[in-house]
C-alpha cells in the first residue's frame, strides 16, 4: 500500500474571488493504523459551494476553514486496512475526509453504504447530502401541495435537480432557473421539469413570467441577486422560500433585495437551513432517495474531474457554474 498520502491544504483565504494560489499540494506520510482505526482510500471527493465560504474568516453556520489543514469535503472510498471490528478491508464508505487520497477513522463519522443498486459516487450526490438539501428544503419548508408550481435556481445542479423531480413526484408543477440552453433542455427533458427559464438569454423576469402563469408557490433558492429578485415578483400570497444557498454572493458582492416590501405584502414565508442540523430526517430521505435512484426514477448528472491535484480548478469553475450536475473529483 502506498505509504503516502496526497493532500490539498487551504494555504490562504482569498480576496475577494477565490483562486488556484488559495490551495497547496502536500505529501504526507501515513502513520501505521492504532487498534480501533480504519483506513479508508477515497474513490471520489465532493466539491460543493458550501466550501467557499468555509474559506472566508467571517462569522457563519461553521467555524471557518483552518489554514494550512486538509480542505473539508466529502467523500467515498474503500477500506483498505482496518483494525477496527466494525470494518474489514473491501467495505464501502462514506465519510467527510475531505481533499485528500486517504482518510483515517476511528469508525466516527464514516458510514458503510451498499453499492449493488445505487453506484458509490451517487451517495455524494443524489443520495448523500445534496439529495437530503433537496428533501428537506422542499418537504419540510416549501411543503409543495399537489397543483401548486415550485421554481427551483441552478436547477441542473445536484441539489436543484432532486428539488424539481421530487416536486414532480408531489404533483408540482416544476420550474427551473439555470444557466444556457443546453442546461435547460437537460432540465427539461432528462429531469421531467415543466418549463426551465435560461438566465443567460433574454429578459428573465417575462421568461419566468411566461412559464409561471399562475404565479409562483414555493421556490427553492441557490443563487441569491438578480434571480432571487425576478423570483420574489412572481411569488403568491403565503408562498414559502427555501434559502440553500447564495452562491453569486460567496465572493463578498453585496446582495441588497430590490423589493424587499414583498416580503410582506404577499406574506412570505423565508426559511435559511443548514442541513446537517437536521439529522433527524437523514434516514426517512436516504431511504426514500436510495429507493428512487435505484429504480431509476430519480435521474442525476456528475461533471468528474481526474486526480485530486485537479480540484482547485474543478472547484473554481463549479462557483463560476461550468460544471453540469454534480461536481465529483475521481481520486482512484
Known amino acids: 500500500m502506498a505509504e503516502v498520502n496526497r493532500q490539498i491544504l487551504l494555504a490562504s483565504r482569498p480576496q475577494g474571488a477565490a ?5 497547496r499540494l502536500v505529501e504526507t506520510p501515513l502513520k501505521p493504523l492504532a ?11 465532493s466539491l460543493d459551494p458550501y466550501m467557499r465560504g468555509r474559506m472566508n474568516d467571517s462569522k457563519s453556520y461553521a467555524q471557518p476553514q483552518p489554514l494550512d489543514e486538509v480542505m473539508i469535503g466529502g467523500t467515498v472510498g474503500e477500506v483498505v486496512e482496518s483494525k477496527h471490528p466494525g470494518f474489514a478491508a473491501g467495505d464501502k464508505v462514506v465519510g467527510m475526509f475531505g481533499w485528500q487520497e486517504f482518510g483515517t477513522s476511528d469508525g466516527k463519522g464514516i458510514q458503510k453504504v451498499d453499492i449493488t443498486h445505487v453506484p458509490l459516487s451517487a451517495y455524494l450526490g443524489p443520495v448523500g447530502m445534496p439529495g437530503v438539501t433537496a ?13 401548486e ?14 428539488v424539481g423531480q421530487l416536486a414532480k413526484l408531489a404533483g408540482c408543477r416544476a420550474v427551473g432557473i439555470a444557466g444556457g440552453e443546453t442546461k435547460c433542455r437537460y432540465v427539461v427533458e432528462t429531469l421531467g421539469f415543466d418549463a426551465c427559464v435560461d438566465y443567460k438569454a433574454g429578459n428573465l ?4 413570467k411566461a412559464v409561471t402563469p399562475d404565479g409562483v408557490d414555493g421556490y427553492f433558492e441557490n443563487v441569491g441577486g438578480e434571480v432571487l429578485d425576478v423570483t420574489l415578483a412572481r411569488m403568491n400570497a403565503f408562498g414559502r422560500i427555501a434559502l440553500c444557498g447564495m452562491i453569486a454572493g460567496y465572493d463578498g458582492q453585496p446582495m441588497p433585495l430590490k423589493q424587499p416590501a414583498l416580503l410582506l405584502t404577499q406574506r412570505l414565508l423565508v426559511q435559511g ?12 430521505a436516504l431511504k426514500q432517495l436510495g429507493t ?10 456528475e461533471s468528474i474531474a481526474q486526480g485530486l491535484e485537479n480540484a482547485p480548478e474543478a472547484f473554481l469553475g463549479m462557483l463560476k457554474g461550468r460544471n453540469f450536475g454534480k461536481q465529483l473529483v475521481k481520486l482512484i
Request: glycine share 8%; charged share 20%.
Open 135 to 147: 428533501w428537506y428544503g422542499l418537504n419540510r419548508i416549501i411543503a409543495p401541495k399537489a397543483g
Open 149 to 162: 408550481t415550485v421554481v427551483v435556481s441552478a436547477a441542473s445542479g445536484a441539489v436543484g435537480s432532486v
Open 205 to 208: 423576469y417575462k421568461d419566468l
Open 35 to 45: 487498534d480501533g482505526e480504519v483506513r479508508v482510500r477515497n474513490h471520489y471527493l
Open 292 to 301: 428512487l435512484v435505484a429504480q431509476k426514477q430519480l435521474h442525476y448528472r
Open 19 to 23: 483562486s488556484v494560489d488559495n490551495f
Open 273 to 284: 437551513f443548514i442541513v446537517s442540523e437536521h439529522m433527524d430526517v437523514w434516514p426517512q
